[in-house]
């Protein structure tokens, strides 16, 4: 059974970067879309970025031009952000769905969790 597990978050000032590393434990060349999301206490979860198999990519407006998604060797999944801002502060989590869809940020589309990783971004 496909795992994932999330790694690299931690404490930061604004203005610093981060890189959020994903692992899937099994082959997940069938999951034809991966992500990037992120829940704040007291908000609902958000999609931060996704991937395509074909590496198409799609961020949220807030983090466009800040973060960067990548993937290697079909189970690694990454997330650079720099440019770290206070609102940036949440539980990041990463996804796989089999599946494509015309709204890959919608965290519902997706069927494969990781346990999360914290990011914290101080003033």
């Known amino acids: 059974q496909v795992q994932l597990v999330e790694s690299g978050g931690g404490s930061v000032q604004a203005g610093g970067s981060l890189r959020l590393s994903c692992a899937a434990s099994?082959?997940?060349?069938?999951?034809?879309?991966m992500g990037w999301f992120r829940q704040a206490p007291d908000k609902e979860r958000e999609g931060v970025a996704t991937?395509?198999?074909?590496?198409?990519t799609n961020y949220a407006d807030s983090v466009q031009g800040r973060f960067i998604i990548s993937q290697d060797n079909a189970k690694n999944l990454y997330l650079q952000m720099n440019n770290l801002k206070p609102e940036d502060t949440a539980m990041y989590y990463c996804?796989?769905?089999?599946?494509?869809?015309?709204?890959?940020?919608?965290?519902?589309?997706?069927?494969?969790w990781g346990q999360g990783t914290q990011v914290t971004v101080s003033v």
């Open positions: 991937i395509k198999r074909d590496g198409n």
């Open positions: 996804a796989a769905t089999p599946w494509l869809t015309r709204d890959p940020l919608d965290w519902q589309r997706y069927q494969l």
């Open positions: 099994g082959y997940i060349a069938s999951w034809n879309l």
